[in-house]
């Protein structure tokens, strides 16, 4: 605050001094130096203190003391041309209104002059900056690439120029051909992202901030590719309305492995979300997960009458309802603890609150874990969904949808074969119940508790070096909002009996995947970090299908999601098999998936 007042008490004295000047310099121009008539000079001194006043009122009433003169610009210099104006017609009707003699060329020199004076008083802040970073000695500064020549790299260039930091920006890269050789605030556009490379070397660039906001994931995606060839850190500018409470230098951001998954995120329209979860009770199963967490957001977003986060880990569970109480303080949010296992709990809870909507995403999902414990998975997974669809038919719930996985076509791991277990499971009650049981598959997620993104990124961390099951070894792979707005998407679809599937484009190879990660952290692979195949782990297999070919295809309203029509299959025998694979799993039997290969035929163990 002290400096604030300061900087605009310098600025009044300033003022004040150029009113001084102004008020003179008309006269010395009119008659010379030592021949000006006294007769103007008495009244002008008469009519100074009056003048001061006007201006510094004046240049208050058009702001002209709270600006930020660092990045000041036309916007600065039109306020200026206006308050000059108003002073002078001031300082014009005054002097009329009180027979001031004054020749008359002095109001339009003193008019110049004004807005001269105080526009340079005001623009040599910026100029004397422009001019300090320009010729400063280079020492450690670190030559910049910016690519994207439009209105955001415009403001980012501006910023970074007159701003503190310790870089000079060299070039930019934009694919437009009209604007190559043409100039942004004095940095030349040099060519297209074809020169990359090249102008990378040129310059000796240390860093390359991708500044298009508007550009899709795959062209982003090709341009960090592109970039990830040179030894440079490379950077991206999010979209400017994010940063509209912030200095937009301050919004770049180091390219995260969301830019290197090359396509655009899946938009699931959920505007009948509201009316469908408004005033019911929602349950969320695994509620402290990745995904669980994400569904509980986007559930209280839309603003359910009570919110039932059910999970047996007290850690994860807290976590969400600590964040949502402060982001909905009034809203009806029950942590419960409980595991998917315990028939007899669960129904506690069902029989006191009651859920009209459950969302299943309870489970054991970790791959090579569930190969060394099967019993296990079978009685979370499978007994755990069998309790809950039992639960839900007889507590009358309206829709019940189990999250599922990519892993359960086909499966050659335990997961998997469980998941699909599961599947078959919400298919069955669908056809003997009036609540909807449906399933939504989808392939990993991104970041999630498990994956392979974040072991990647701490083996980066630790000097690698990366391990990889197989050089050739592909996955599907989706953001957690994504996976959660489908799985709200077949909440609201929802006949019973579907499993819902995503259009997820093309897999991502996990090779590729662990080299830009690398190099995104500003390593050379190979050299600086290694990466070792290891082999598949028990259970993996290469690639993961997200449809069987048995279960056909059917389209939806939404173009992104379509639906697997329920197998045939005898209900009757069908219980008669789970019930005894999960009194097997319970008797913790070495002959475990045996059993589940009898009722999930297209499991294959490796």
């Not at 600006?67 to 916007?75: E, K, N, T």
């Not at 007889?394 to 791991?413: C, E, G, M, Q």
């Not at 190879?509 to 830009?516: F, G, P």
């Not at 389209?555 to 697997?564: F, Q, R, V």
């Amino acid at each position: 605050m002290q400096s604030r007042i300061l900087r605009i008490l310098i600025l009044i004295i300033i003022d004040v001094l150029t009113v001084a000047f102004c008020t003179v310099l008309p006269m010395v121009l009119r008659f010379g130096v030592f021949t000006v008539d006294v007769q103007y000079v008495e009244p002008a001194v008469r009519c100074f203190p009056i003048d001061a006043v006007i201006a510094v009122v004046i240049l208050a009433v058009f702001k002209l003391y709270n600006r930020v003169w660092s990045y000041a610009g036309v916007d600065e210099l039109v306020a200026v041309f206006k308050a000059s104006i108003a002073m002078e017609v001031l300082f014009v009707a005054y002097r009329q209104l009180l027979f001031v003699d004054i020749f008359r060329s002095y109001y339009v020199f003193n008019w110049v002059f004004l807005f001269l004076i105080i526009s340079a008083s005001r623009l040599s802040v910026r100029l004397f900056k422009q001019f300090k970073k320009k010729y400063e000695k280079s020492g450690d500064k670190r030559n910049v690439m910016i690519i994207g020549a439009g209105a955001a790299a415009s403001l980012l260039i501006k910023e970074l120029q007159f701003g503190p930091g310790d870089f000079r920006i060299q070039c930019i890269i934009d694919d437009n051909p009209s604007k190559k050789k043409k100039y942004i605030h004095g940095i030349p556009i040099v060519g297209n992202r074809e020169q990359i490379l090249e102008m990378a070397n040129r310059y000796r660039i240390d860093e390359i901030i991708i500044a298009i906001p508007s550009a899709t994931p795959v062209a982003i995606r090709d341009i960090v590719s592109i970039c990830q060839e040179t030894n440079a850190k490379v950077k991206r500018l999010p979209a400017i309305a994010t940063s509209l409470t912030d200095s937009l230098s301050r919004t770049v951001r180091e390219v995260n492995y969301e830019d290197l998954l090359g396509r655009d995120a899946v938009v699931i329209r959920n505007q009948h979300l509201e009316e469908f979860v408004t005033g019911r009770t929602i349950m969320v199963t695994g509620g402290g997960g990745t995904i669980g967490s994400e569904l509980c957001r986007q559930i209280m977003a839309n603003h359910p009458g009570r919110l039932l986060i059910v999970d047996i880990y007290e850690n994860g569970a807290y976590e969400i309802q600590m964040e949502l109480n402060r982001y909905y303080p009034e809203a009806d949010i029950r942590v419960l603890i409980a595991s998917v296992r315990d028939y007899d709990r669960l129904e506690c809870i069902f029989e006191k609150y009651k859920p009209d909507v459950i969302y299943h995403a309870a489970a054991h999902k970790h791959v090579p874990l569930m190969e060394y414990s099967p019993n296990e998975a079978v009685k979370n997974n499978c007994g755990g969904t069998l309790n809950m669809t039992k639960l839900a038919d007889k507590y009358k719930v309206k829709r019940f949808v189990l999250i599922s996985t990519d892993k359960a076509v086909r499966p050659t791991n335990v997961m998997g074969a469980t998941k699909r277990i599961c599947e078959m499971i919400v298919q069955t009650y669908s056809k003997m119940s009036n609540t909807e049981f449906v399933a939504v598959r989808f392939g990993n997620v991104l970041g999630s508790n498990g994956s392979v993104i974040p072991l990647f990124l701490k083996q980066i961390e630790s000097g690698g070096p990366v391990t990889l099951t197989h050089r050739e070894i592909t996955r599907f792979f989706m953001t957690v909002s994504e996976a959660v707005s489908l799985v709200l998407q077949a909440g609201l679809l929802a006949k019973g009996g579907e499993v819902f599937v995503l259009d997820m484009g093309q897999p991502v190879k996990i090779y590729d995947l662990a080299v830009n990660l690398i190099k995104m952290k500003g390593y050379v692979p190979e050299k600086d970090i290694k990466i070792d195949v290891v082999g598949l782990r028990p259970g993996e297999k290469l690639y993961e299908e997200l449809l069987m070919s048995e279960e056909g295809l059917e389209s939806t309203s939404n173009d992104l999601i379509y639906i697997g029509q329920p197998i045939d299959m005898d209900s009757g025998i069908f219980m008669e098999q789970l019930n005894a694979l999960i009194k097997a799993s319970e008797e913790n039997g070495n002959e475990i998936k045996q059993e589940i290969k009898k009722i999930c035929d297209t499991y294959k163990p490796q």
